[in-house]
């Protein structure tokens, strides 16, 4: 399989959570989201929670506006959250599990026994020509599911395997890794676009990069964490770097 270039969708979340930390309207997602792009972003992502506690609506109009590449709405599968994309219409929309009391999506969605709630949201922002993507666990069983959802794009949760690398668990680590790798294979064997995110950083980006199937990688936290040491563009330049060295290797 040709290794493609892989694309880096900037997640932006964390911009607003410290803007919102005291209120009002510093620092601006927007002038973050503007960075990223100039320093090799492919995408945006911003994920709209249902307490708003960081992304807030005039964010995802101001960037649905403003930005010159695609802004991909990480949503809940609710029926508030569908009608804001209609009415947005965002390149892509991300389904993603969502609990109120969550620090971070914990986990993917699970596709197979929420098959019948999320087919018709599916259907309507397809119809609408909205981009669906399944944020979901990387099994085969899953790959399935989602195709037979026909959802075009999975983004694979590589929350496990960072829990991993970050634990220096090297047996845990190849473990999940290879969940990512037989996932990949055969999701895009079924003819699914691949994508993968969460938790990943300059240490554990590599194995993910590397693996041919997978076509773009969201990536939020660590980079606005970098951002605070080496500056946003810095940040987004160091992680593409390392995206392209794996990819090439």
Known sequence: MTSE???????IDHVATVRNARGGDYPDPMRAAL???????????????????????????????????????EMAATDEMVAIALSTR???????????EERTTEGGLDIIRGRDHLAPRIRALSEAGIRVSLFVEPEPAVMEAARALGAPVVELHTGSYCEAALDDDAARTAHELARIRRAAEHGAGLGLEIHAGHGLTLGSVGPVAALPQIRELNIGHSLIADAIFAGLAQAVRDMRAAMDRARSS
């Open 90 to 100: 965002p390149h892509a929309a991300c389904l993603v599990p969502e609990k109120r």
């Open 35 to 73: 960075l990223a792009v100039e320093a090799g972003a492919d995408g945006i992502t911003a994920h709209l929670r249902e307490d708003r506690r960081h992304i807030r609506d005039s964010d995802i109009v101001a960037l649905k506006r403003g930005l010159s590449v695609p802004l991909n709405f």
């Open 5 to 11: 270039k892989l694309r880096l969708g900037v997640n």
